[in-house]
C-alpha cells in the first residue's frame, strides 16, 4: 500500500510533542465520551457519552493526585496519543461539547477512531527514529503522512474510514521495522549465540517467571504478561508493541532500546528506581511508592 510512494512532510515533528493528551484543549473528552465498568480498575460504573463526576468545568481531574489511591487506577493506565485536542481543535474547529447535544454525540463517535489513528502515528513516527528502519524509510514516511492526512478529514469521512484496512497495512511495516531492529540487535550482540529469535506473540505469559532473562530483541508482540516476573530481565530491542504489562515487576529491568513501548504500558506495570526505560518515556511516581514498600 505504501511502497511505492513520495510523500515528504517537512514540517513533521519526530520528537512526538503533538501526541500527548492535553485535558485543557480537548474538553476531558476521554473523561465524557468513553465508558467504564467498577471494577479493580474504575470505582464506579459511566456510561458512553456520560461525563465522569471527577471532571471540573474546567475540564481537569478534580482527584488528578490521587486517582490511584481513589480506586481510578484506569484513567492513570489510558493515553489518547493527542486525539482528544486534534478532534476538538481540528476536526470540530474548537466547539465544545456542551455547546451543542447534537455535535457532542459526534464528537464522541469520532474520538475513538482518532485514537486509533493517532496511536498508529506513534509508533510511525518512533519507527521512524530508528537507524535499524532505514532502508524502510520512504514507506514509513509516506504511511505516517498518510495518517496525518486521515486524521485531518472530516467528521463524517472519519466514520466512513476502513481503520481496520489501514491499520494492517501500517502494522506490516511495524513488523518489517521489529526485524530490521531483530537484525542490528543480532549484529551488535558478538557473543551471543542465540540464532533464532524468541517469539512470543500473543504468548500467555501471566504470572510467568522470566526473572533475569535474556530477551534481547524478543518478540513479545501483543503477549499477556500480566503479573509476569521480569525482574532484572533484559528487555533490550525487545518489541513490545500491544504487550499486557499489567502489574508485571519490571524491578531492575533494562528496556533501553526496547521498541514500541508506551508509557501507558510502563504505568501500568511496576518497576523501580533501578528499572531502565528507553529515554522518551517517564518513571511513574507510583513506582517511588512501591519501591519504599519492596512490592
Known sequence: MFE??????????????????????????CCVALPFAASA????????????????SDFRCSIHKSLRQ???KGCTVFECFGAGQKVSK??????????DPEMASEMFNVFPIMHQLHE???YL?????????????KELSYALDETERLSQLSSNSLMELDVPSHRAAVNALLLRTSELVWTESCRQQKNSKRSKRIDHQRADLIGANRRGADLRGANLRGAYLIAANLRG?????ADLIGADLRDADLRGADLTESIF?????????????????????SRPTHWSALSKKQI
Not at 530481565?233 to 530491542?237: G, N
Not at 513501548?261 to 518515556?281: C, E, F, M, R
Open 70 to 72: 481513589q480506586g481510578f
Open 90 to 99: 481540528v476536526t470540530f474547529g474548537g466547539v465544545d461539547w456542551r455547546e
Open 120 to 122: 498508529m502515528l506513534w
Open 4 to 29: 511505492d510512494q513520495d510523500y515528504p512532510n517537512p514540517k513533521r515533528d519526530n520528537s512526538r510533542s503533538n501526541l500527548h493528551a492535553d485535558s485543557e484543549n480537548c474538553f476531558g473528552l
Open 125 to 137: 513516527t518512533e519507527a521512524l527514529s530508528l537507524k535499524a528502519s532505514r532502508p524502510i524509510h
Open 233 to 237: 530481565a533484559d528487555l533490550r530491542a
Open 261 to 281: 513501548l508506551t508509557q501507558v504500558q510502563i504505568n501500568s506495570a511496576k518497576g523501580d528506581a533501578h528499572t531502565k526505560l528507553p529515554y522518551l518515556l
Open 41 to 56: 480498575d474504575f470505582a464506579i460504573d459511566k456510561d458512553a457519552g456520560k461525563p465522569c463526576p471527577n471532571l471540573q
